[in-house]
């Protein structure tokens, strides 16, 4: 089963305008071959799937922990796109007066490259790639043998960094970039980890071929203050009790990448603090939310006055 937090795993900074083409390209990484959406997809499906749990234990927590963590990724990166579809933080909240429908509020969004992230999803994120292709399962592989599946799990995360690096590369927004900066550093923990892992069970020193593509973090800026508290060396539990097996991998005097701040590498049991979730404006000229929006803010507020 799984946990449910209501916080981000990192915090993101609010964007500074909106930005519906800088949100649709960061779509590539949630509904794109190698975005979040496959990783999980992936990791998923082998930790249901995996045979004889029990004696290979340290590698089914190693795919199961990493599991919960890419779901809060696909949670991070929706929200990245929300934000850059929304634009910044408004001070004075949720419009409630009347808008005239007719002055076309949005003429703006008929131009943007992925229209349909306003027309039909009103600014949210769904499981689509940059151009609006659907991500689907073709994207899962889970063949029930655990070196195969394991290695194609690097190959996932090594496409993902570099994935992550151009559409780094093609945004200016802090959200965005925040976004691709801690992304980056995870994943190349999980690159390393499923690495360490073909090295226990095969001998291989696959962890050598690593940073694969060759993606320097210390020329990333946004990913510095992950680097510096230790991000790179953590792997979590995400679970309170189960799955510290992974010490076992992810940990035994095994020691940070050469181009990454030294150190050995920690599991850390549970998950990282997390950071607030922006709460997005609501707009009654895109029906959002609808009906009487001020009734409706009336309502939930007596609600969660009778919830505490």
């Known amino acids: ?81 929300a934000m850059l579809a929304n634009g910044p933080d408004e001070p004075d909240g949720d419009m409630v007066g009347p808008t005239d429908i007719t002055d076309a509020p949005f003429d703006m969004m008929k131009d943007a490259r992925l229209a349909a992230g306003f027309l039909s999803h009103g600014g949210g994120a769904v499981p689509i790639d940059s151009n609006g292709l659907s991500w689907n399962k073709d994207f899962v592989t889970t063949t029930g043998n655990v070196i195969f599946d394991l290695l194609h799990n690097f190959h996932l995360e090594c496409g993902a960094r570099l994935h992550k690096l151009r559409v780094y590369e093609t945004l200016t927004d802090p959200t965005g970039r925040e976004v691709c900066g801690y992304l980056l550093v995870r994943g190349s923990v999980h690159a390393h980890s499923y690495a360490l892992a073909l090295k226990k069970i095969t001998g291989v020193e696959i962890e050598k071929m690593l940073p694969t593509p060759n993606i320097p973090l210390a020329n990333i800026p946004e990913s510095q203050k992950y680097l510096e508290e230790g991000s790179h060396r953590r792997l979590y539990t995400f679970s309170p009790d189960d799955y510290r097996e992974i010490s076992g991998i992810w940990g035994n005097g095994e020691v940070a990448l050469p181009d990454d701040p030294p150190g050995e590498l920690e599991v850390v049991e549970g998950l990282p603090d997390g950071g607030k979730i922006q709460e997005l404006v609501g707009e009654p000229s895109a029906f959002t939310p609808d009906y009487a929006p001020e009734e409706m803010f009336e309502i939930a507020t007596k609600l969660y006055k009778a919830s505490r």
């Open 1 to 81: 089963m799984f946990l449910r937090v209501d916080k981000l795993q990192i915090e993101l900074p609010s964007p500074a305008r909106q930005d519906v083409n800088a949100a649709a390209a960061l779509q590539e990484l949630l509904g794109g071959k190698y975005g979040e959406m496959s990783t999980l997809g992936n990791y998923l499906f082998q930790s249901f799937n995996f045979r004889s749990k029990s004696k290979l234990r340290p590698f089914y927590s190693l795919v199961a922990a990493i599991t919960a963590e890419e779901l809060g990724h696909v949670e991070l990166v929706s929200n990245g796109v």
